[in-house]
């Protein structure tokens, strides 16, 4: 009885403590909220529309859904109880900012994180004081979204050991699972599996459509596709089973390894495609000439691949929906171009057309989600996980209709699929069958899609997973962001860039060619590819300037960028237009300088390293510079080039074209004559393209045609076809004419040059 005074004084003192962190918790968030609001603005004024989207959107997400200032900056305005985007003011899009005005955003974001973290600190001590656990750890979690390596806040939660940093139970899961993928990944893209071309074995739906046809077989697979592409074909099914390895290590069940229990067919002309479609009667014929790009023929899958990448592409996916086994479209989509993403960073094939945007032109929005570029669809999915509003739920990915399946719904059907990947197959799969369940049962309600789920997996909802899928691609914890990997876009500006870009417009300029703008989203990668190659100062031939090696401090991710990279090293900008001169020389590095389907353009400089990305930033030229250009240009007899070139400057690729046509060991090869048809897709006009070349005497020049095949951005470019000489040119006047079936009749581009 003579403690009870003690004890009340403590329990007032409690109660006091609580309702003081209470009452400084709304107040507390608006203060974080005005925080990011300043930064977002500075971005914003600096012209980085990008990076200041995502910052408003975090006030939305993290700490002020009615945040006022947030949403009229991201161009919505308030009718009734509700914010809408004000269609008077669209977001920008496009970065405009300079490196020099950019760059000091770096120093002061990573300011502002450690600011906004010590703020949550301070918080999760308060609530601490009056056991308040959970708000507590709250504000420690947040801590650790804003700083990585903070001791007390992994004590407070009592993190274990996730690889060389700390996190959940869940988040070792994550980390695990992924690096065991990756792993796989890694070591199967350097094994060779053996495939030989078979004979006698028939392909019906090739047969009614008189379409000739190869087949090649490896262990487990079997696939026809066009005569002249039987080296491509040997080499998809070599990724076929590389593949295979690799589901065997990413889901959980097993595959009997017997042979496939489907052939596939690939062929590149899309009028070959239809005639297959219509002489095997498919079911929906009209829709599936229009739309598909797939479909399931008897015992064959048959696809229209219009490029080697694409052929790739559609046998990877089409091993990971096979051992997958799923049936709704959303999941069998999405589980398809999560392997293809992981494994190549690109995807080129969609086997249901993406909706078509409204309106005479697409946005800069709507072209990034018709990128192949997987770090665009990184960039997409990390601004869906942050809205706050009108997203995507898992329960409706159940849901998706293959003939209406639009952009938002695809971006999550993939990133949610990846997630679960990497959490747990099991419950993607469970989420399949429940699907096709309420489809027998023509029931399309999410709520009873929820309760089912929830009786077989009552230990986890679907909005849990949800919010799951949002934290892991915002990187809400150090062992996340670990496993994305990603580089923020406010570190990929860097201070000189912009007198790069604009003597780069300037040799555009120069080659007739559009001025493309600059951003520091598809600079990202640039950065990364900059500092290993600044780390590791020996590589400088090609190939080494286009890959990159795991054991000296590079990633699987960054080799697949590296292929198509376009890297100056050393870059002086004193010397920048001879250098881009000397471009022309170079098939792949040239494509840069002509294309007009290159619309925006990564760079970064690191000291003498300059690097660029111009594969990501595509999109339809405007209407004047639309169609495909050649090089040297049409109907022009006044430029001159050197005779040859030097084998040594264009790497591997170009010694294997002369050791295949009896040249092999010589040190040069005559100038490249290139097309450009541009885009992400393959070459659709192989299969009537031709190249004739004359000497000065009428002689004719003896060359092959080499397709975007390649993995060396010397001598590859998506979407160019190069004639290479096998011998130094003549010295004097050069004709040529490339020839090729285009709008329903043969299109001619020629002209000619000299040849010094």
């Known amino acids: ?77 308030k009718i009734g109880s509700s914010w809408n985007p004000d269609p008077k003011n669209p977001y920008p899009t496009q970065d405009t900012g300079s490196g020099a005005e950019g760059k000091p955003l770096q120093s002061q974001y990573e300011a502002l994180k450690k600011q906004l973290a010590l703020a949550h600190k301070q918080q999760a001590q308060k609530w601490a004081k009056a056991d308040r656990t959970d708000k507590a750890n709250h504000h420690w979690q947040m801590v650790l979204r804003w700083v990585d390596d903070d001791a007390e806040a992994q004590k407070a939660l009592a993190h274990i050991e996730v690889g060389a940093l700390s996190g959940t139970d869940l988040e070792k899961t994550l980390y695990e699972r992924s690096k065991a993928m990756e792993k796989a990944i890694e070591e199967q893209s350097k094994v060779d599996y053996e495939v030989k071309q078979a004979s006698g074995v028939p392909c019906g739906p090739l047969d009614r459509a008189q379409i000739p046809y190869v087949t090649v077989q490896s262990e ?345 990279s376009i890297v100056a090293a050393p870059a002086n900008i004193g010397n920048a237009k001879k250098m881009f001169e000397q471009w022309a020389y170079v098939p792949g590095y040239r494509d840069a300088l002509v294309n007009n389907t290159i619309l925006t353009v990564g760079a970064y400089l690191e000291g003498d390293v300059l690097v660029m990305n111009v594969v990501s930033g595509i999109g339809a030229p405007s209407a004047a510079n639309a169609g495909i250009r050649c090089f040297p240009k049409q109907n022009d007899q006044q430029d001159r080039y050197d005779a040859e070139v030097k084998v040594a400057d264009l790497g591997p690729e170009a010694e294997k074209v002369l050791a295949k046509n009896g040249r092999e060991g010589k040190k040069t090869i005559g100038f490249p004559l290139t097309l450009h048809a541009g885009g992400t897709g393959g070459v659709g006009i192989r299969g009537s393209l031709s190249c004739t070349v004359l000497g000065p005497k009428g002689e004719k020049i003896e060359g092959v045609l080499v397709y975007d095949e390649g993995r060396i951005r010397t001598t590859t470019a998506p979407g160019m076809v190069t004639f290479w000489p096998l011998d130094p040119l003549p010295k004097g006047k050069i004709s040529f004419q490339w020839t090729w079936m285009g709008d329903g009749s043969q299109q001619v581009a020629k002209g000619s040059f000299f040849a010094k």
Not at 23 to 40: G, M, P, T, V, W
Not at 351 to 377: L, M, N, Y
Request: with cysteine.
């Open 1 to 77: 009885m003579k403690h009870r005074p003690f004890l009340s004084g403590i329990c007032v003192l409690s109660l006091l403590a609580t309702a003081a962190a209470q009452d400084d918790e709304a107040e507390f968030h608006q203060r974080q909220a005005k925080a990011l609001n300043a930064f977002a603005k500075k971005a914003f004024d600096k012209g980085f529309p990008r990076i200041a989207k995502v910052v408003w959107m975090q006030v939305h997400k993290l700490y002020d859904i009615d945040n006022e200032e947030a949403w009229k900056a991201l161009g919505y305005v």
């Open 220 to 564: 487990h697979f079997t696939l026809h596709g066009d005569p002249d592409q039987l080296e491509n074909l040997m080499t998809a099914l070599q990724w076929s089973e590389r593949a295979l390895q690799v589901c065997k290590v990413a889901f959980p069940w097993q595959y009997s390894d017997s042979k496939w229990p489907t052939e596939w067919a690939c062929v590149f002309a899309k009028e070959a495609y239809h005639q297959i479609l219509k002489a095997n009667q498919v079911p929906d014929l009209e829709w599936k000439l229009e739309h598909g790009a797939s479909d399931v023929i008897g015992n064959t899958e048959v696809t229209n691949t219009d490029g080697v990448q694409t052929l790739y592409d559609a046998c990877v996916r089409n091993v990971a929906q096979g051992y997958a086994g799923f049936g709704s479209t959303g999941f069998v989509e999405g589980i398809g171009h999560t392997f293809v993403g992981q494994m190549f960073a690109n995807n080129r094939l969609f086997a249901i057309d993406r909706k078509r945007q409204e309106g005479t032109s697409a946005s800069e929005e709507d072209r990034e989600f018709q990128s192949p570029d997987f770090e665009v669809w990184k960039n997409l999915s990390l601004e869906l996980a942050w809205k706050s509003t009108g997203g995507v739920p898992a329960n409706m990915l159940a849901f998706c209709d293959a003939s209406n399946f639009p952009n938002e719904e695809r971006i999550k059907a993939w990133s949610f699929c990846d997630y679960m990947m990497r959490r747990d197959p099991e419950l993607l799969r469970t989420m399949d069958q429940i699907a096709q369940e309420l489809k027998q049962q023509r029931v399309k309600q999410p709520a009873e899609f929820e309760k089912r789920f929830a009786e077989k997996h009552p230990d986890v909802t679907l909005p849990q997973l949800d919010k799951e899928w949002e934290d892991f691609w915002t990187g809400a914890s150090p062992v996340m962001k670990a496993i994305l990997n990603n580089t923020p876009p406010v570190s990929a500006i860097s201070k000189g860039v912009d007198k790069w870009l604009e003597a780069f417009n300037a040799a555009r300029k120069e080659f007739d060619a559009t001025p493309v703008k600059w951003s520091a989203n598809l600079s990202t990668r640039c950065k990364e590819h900059a500092e290993y190659l600044k780390k590791n100062k020996d590589l400088r031939d090609p190939a080494s300037l286009h890959t990159q090696s795991v054991d000296l401090g590079g990633s699987y991710n960054g080799s697949l960028f590296a292929q198509m």
